[in-house]
Protein backbone atom coordinates (compact mmCIF):
# COMPACT_ATOMS: atom_id res chain seq x y z
CA UNK A 1 0.00 0.00 0.00
CA UNK A 2 1.26 3.28 -1.01
CA UNK A 3 1.55 6.60 0.91
CA UNK A 4 -1.55 8.03 -0.82
CA UNK A 5 -3.77 5.28 -0.35
CA UNK A 6 -2.93 4.74 3.23
CA UNK A 7 -3.58 8.32 3.82
CA UNK A 8 -7.28 7.61 2.10
CA UNK A 9 -8.10 4.87 4.65
CA UNK A 10 -6.79 6.84 7.20
CA UNK A 11 -9.44 10.03 6.15
CA UNK A 12 -12.69 7.37 5.57
CA UNK A 13 -11.56 6.24 9.20
CA UNK A 14 -11.31 9.81 11.03
CA UNK A 15 -14.86 10.71 9.18
CA UNK A 16 -16.68 7.82 9.72
CA UNK A 17 -15.43 7.91 13.62
CA UNK A 18 -16.27 12.00 13.70
CA UNK A 19 -19.91 10.54 12.33
CA UNK A 20 -20.66 8.13 15.29
CA UNK A 21 -19.04 11.01 18.03
CA UNK A 22 -21.74 13.06 16.40
CA UNK A 23 -24.46 10.94 16.75
CA UNK A 24 -23.65 9.42 20.19
CA UNK A 25 -23.36 13.23 21.20
CA UNK A 26 -27.04 13.99 19.54
CA UNK A 27 -28.31 10.98 21.58
CA UNK A 28 -26.70 11.52 24.76
CA UNK A 29 -28.00 15.43 24.28
CA UNK A 30 -31.39 13.77 23.46
CA UNK A 31 -31.15 11.86 26.65
CA UNK A 32 -30.38 14.51 29.12
CA UNK A 33 -33.13 16.61 27.43
CA UNK A 34 -35.40 14.24 28.33
CA UNK A 35 -34.12 13.63 31.62
CA UNK A 36 -33.82 17.46 32.09
CA UNK A 37 -37.52 17.90 31.38
CA UNK A 38 -38.73 15.61 33.53
CA UNK A 39 -36.61 16.35 36.44
CA UNK A 40 -38.09 20.20 35.75
CA UNK A 41 -41.93 18.05 35.96
CA UNK A 42 -40.74 16.82 39.09
CA UNK A 43 -39.45 20.19 39.83
CA UNK A 44 -42.35 22.25 39.49
CA UNK A 45 -44.47 19.38 41.08
CA UNK A 46 -46.37 18.16 37.62
CA UNK A 47 -46.63 14.79 36.51
CA UNK A 48 -45.23 13.61 33.33
CA UNK A 49 -47.07 13.12 30.71
CA UNK A 50 -47.87 9.49 30.59
CA UNK A 51 -49.08 9.29 34.27
CA UNK A 52 -50.92 13.22 33.24
CA UNK A 53 -52.26 10.63 30.46
CA UNK A 54 -53.60 8.42 33.00
CA UNK A 55 -55.09 10.76 35.31
CA UNK A 56 -57.07 12.34 32.25
CA UNK A 57 -58.34 8.96 31.64
CA UNK A 58 -59.02 8.27 35.36
CA UNK A 59 -61.00 11.63 35.68
CA UNK A 60 -63.13 11.19 31.68
CA UNK A 61 -63.74 7.65 33.16
CA UNK A 62 -65.12 8.84 36.85
CA UNK A 63 -67.58 11.57 34.84
CA UNK A 64 -68.91 8.95 32.57
CA UNK A 65 -69.74 7.04 35.76
CA UNK A 66 -70.94 10.04 37.48
CA UNK A 67 -72.95 11.18 34.45
CA UNK A 68 -74.66 7.29 33.83
CA UNK A 69 -75.99 7.44 37.58
CA UNK A 70 -77.38 11.05 36.96
CA UNK A 71 -78.88 9.17 34.02
CA UNK A 72 -80.24 6.15 36.15
CA UNK A 73 -81.28 8.20 39.07
CA UNK A 74 -83.60 9.97 36.64
CA UNK A 75 -84.83 7.53 34.85
CA UNK A 76 -85.91 6.09 38.09
CA UNK A 77 -87.68 9.19 38.96
CA UNK A 78 -89.27 9.73 35.53
CA UNK A 79 -90.37 5.66 36.01
CA UNK A 80 -91.74 6.46 39.31
CA UNK A 81 -93.41 9.23 38.25
CA UNK A 82 -95.25 7.08 35.41
CA UNK A 83 -96.20 4.71 37.49
CA UNK A 84 -97.91 7.27 40.26
CA UNK A 85 -99.65 9.22 37.14
CA UNK A 86 -101.26 5.44 36.05
CA UNK A 87 -102.60 5.39 39.70
CA UNK A 88 -104.29 8.49 39.51
CA UNK A 89 -105.69 7.73 35.94
CA UNK A 90 -107.26 4.39 37.86
CA UNK A 91 -108.92 6.08 40.35
CA UNK A 92 -110.09 8.85 37.99
CA UNK A 93 -111.29 6.40 36.07
CA UNK A 94 -112.52 4.41 38.17
CA UNK A 95 -114.09 7.80 40.18
CA UNK A 96 -115.90 8.37 36.29
CA UNK A 97 -117.65 4.89 36.29
CA UNK A 98 -118.69 5.16 39.89
CA UNK A 99 -119.91 8.89 38.64
CA UNK A 100 -121.94 7.30 35.51
CA UNK A 101 -123.58 4.28 37.59
CA UNK A 102 -124.55 7.35 40.15
CA UNK A 103 -125.97 9.41 37.41
CA UNK A 104 -127.64 6.43 35.95
CA UNK A 105 -129.32 5.31 39.00
CA UNK A 106 -130.50 8.98 40.06
CA UNK A 107 -131.81 9.04 35.74
CA UNK A 108 -133.79 5.81 36.73
CA UNK A 109 -135.33 6.75 40.44
CA UNK A 110 -136.03 10.35 38.69
CA UNK A 111 -138.03 8.05 35.82
CA UNK A 112 -139.89 6.16 38.87
CA UNK A 113 -140.36 9.26 40.81
CA UNK A 114 -142.20 10.84 38.11
CA UNK A 115 -144.26 7.98 37.19
CA UNK A 116 -145.36 7.55 40.11
CA UNK A 117 -146.32 11.26 41.02
CA UNK A 118 -147.97 11.16 37.38
CA UNK A 119 -149.92 8.12 38.29
CA UNK A 120 -150.69 9.81 41.87
CA UNK A 121 -151.58 12.76 40.13
CA UNK A 122 -154.08 10.94 37.52
CA UNK A 123 -155.72 8.92 40.54
CA UNK A 124 -156.27 12.37 42.71
CA UNK A 125 -157.93 13.76 39.32
CA UNK A 126 -159.94 10.33 39.04
CA UNK A 127 -161.19 11.00 42.30
CA UNK A 128 -162.18 14.59 42.23
CA UNK A 129 -163.52 13.80 39.08
CA UNK A 130 -165.86 11.07 40.33
CA UNK A 131 -166.91 13.28 43.36
CA UNK A 132 -167.77 15.87 41.20
CA UNK A 133 -169.68 13.42 39.30
CA UNK A 134 -171.79 12.23 41.70
CA UNK A 135 -172.69 15.41 42.90
CA UNK A 136 -174.35 16.57 39.62
CA UNK A 137 -176.03 12.92 39.07
CA UNK A 138 -179.09 13.63 40.91
CA UNK A 139 -179.12 16.70 38.59
CA UNK A 140 -178.62 15.33 35.61
CA UNK A 141 -181.23 12.72 36.83
CA UNK A 142 -183.65 15.83 37.78
CA UNK A 143 -183.29 17.16 33.84
CA UNK A 144 -183.93 13.72 32.33
CA UNK A 145 -187.27 13.37 34.18
CA UNK A 146 -187.95 17.08 33.13
CA UNK A 147 -187.38 16.31 29.48
CA UNK A 148 -189.59 13.01 29.02
CA UNK A 149 -192.39 15.20 30.30
CA UNK A 150 -191.14 18.35 28.33
CA UNK A 151 -189.07 17.40 25.21
CA UNK A 152 -189.04 20.14 23.40
CA UNK A 153 -187.68 22.26 26.14
CA UNK A 154 -184.59 24.08 24.87
CA UNK A 155 -183.46 25.56 27.88
CA UNK A 156 -183.64 21.89 29.69
CA UNK A 157 -181.33 20.29 26.84
CA UNK A 158 -178.89 23.08 26.83
CA UNK A 159 -178.18 22.75 30.74
CA UNK A 160 -178.53 19.33 30.62
CA UNK A 161 -175.56 18.92 27.48
CA UNK A 162 -173.27 21.38 28.95
CA UNK A 163 -173.10 19.43 31.91
CA UNK A 164 -172.40 16.66 29.92
CA UNK A 165 -169.96 18.33 28.44
CA UNK A 166 -168.14 19.00 31.80
CA UNK A 167 -168.18 15.40 32.81
CA UNK A 168 -167.04 14.07 29.96
CA UNK A 169 -163.66 16.81 30.14
CA UNK A 170 -162.79 14.59 33.23
CA UNK A 171 -163.26 11.37 31.34
CA UNK A 172 -166.91 10.59 32.88
CA UNK A 173 -169.44 9.15 30.15
CA UNK A 174 -172.63 8.05 30.03
CA UNK A 175 -173.69 4.42 30.09
CA UNK A 176 -176.80 2.52 28.78
CA UNK A 177 -178.36 3.24 25.84
CA UNK A 178 -181.67 2.12 23.99
CA UNK A 179 -180.78 -0.74 21.61
CA UNK A 180 -177.48 -1.79 23.04
CA UNK A 181 -176.56 -5.48 24.08
CA UNK A 182 -177.21 -6.05 28.21
CA UNK A 183 -174.10 -6.36 30.33
CA UNK A 184 -174.47 -6.91 33.53
CA UNK A 185 -170.95 -5.42 33.93
CA UNK A 186 -172.34 -1.55 33.01
CA UNK A 187 -175.73 -2.27 33.26
CA UNK A 188 -178.46 -3.08 36.00
CA UNK A 189 -181.64 -5.67 35.30
CA UNK A 190 -184.49 -3.86 36.12
CA UNK A 191 -187.57 -6.41 34.22
CA UNK A 192 -188.28 -7.60 30.93
CA UNK A 193 -190.39 -6.38 28.03
CA UNK A 194 -191.61 -7.66 24.71
CA UNK A 195 -188.96 -6.91 22.11
CA UNK A 196 -185.26 -7.80 20.78
CA UNK A 197 -183.79 -10.47 23.28
CA UNK A 198 -181.29 -9.43 25.94
CA UNK A 199 -181.57 -5.73 23.92
CA UNK A 200 -181.72 -2.69 26.27
CA UNK A 201 -185.76 -1.74 25.54
CA UNK A 202 -185.80 1.44 27.68
CA UNK A 203 -183.29 3.15 29.97
CA UNK A 204 -184.69 4.09 33.16
CA UNK A 205 -181.66 6.01 34.86
CA UNK A 206 -178.47 6.12 32.80
CA UNK A 207 -174.93 4.92 34.42
CA UNK A 208 -171.82 6.79 34.19
CA UNK A 209 -168.27 5.40 34.55
CA UNK A 210 -164.90 7.07 34.30
CA UNK A 211 -162.51 4.50 31.86
CA UNK A 212 -163.12 0.73 33.26
CA UNK A 213 -164.35 2.09 36.69
CA UNK A 214 -168.11 1.71 37.10
CA UNK A 215 -169.43 4.88 38.66
CA UNK A 216 -173.13 3.56 38.72
CA UNK A 217 -175.05 1.28 36.84
CA UNK A 218 -177.37 1.65 34.36
CA UNK A 219 -180.91 0.64 35.07
CA UNK A 220 -182.45 -0.89 31.79
CA UNK A 221 -185.17 -3.12 30.87
CA UNK A 222 -184.14 -5.62 28.67
CA UNK A 223 -185.99 -7.44 25.72
CA UNK A 224 -187.67 -10.89 25.81
CA UNK A 225 -189.77 -12.42 22.78
CA UNK A 226 -193.44 -13.12 23.89
CA UNK A 227 -193.95 -16.67 24.45
CA UNK A 228 -197.32 -16.45 22.03
Not at 23 to 48: F, I, L, Y
Not at 162 to 186: A, I, M
Amino acid sequence: MDDRQKTGEEVKTSSFETENSSENRKQESNEEATESMHQDERENGSEPTDERNSGSKEASENMNNMNNNELSKKLEQLETERLTLQEKIAVLEKQHRELEEFLLKMKHEFALAKEALKRDQEKKEKLLAESMARDLFPILDTLDHALEHDGDNSGLRMIKSQLVSVLEKYGVVEVGKEGEDFDPNWHEFLGYAEGPEDKVIKVVRKGYRIGDTLLRPALVIIGKQSSC
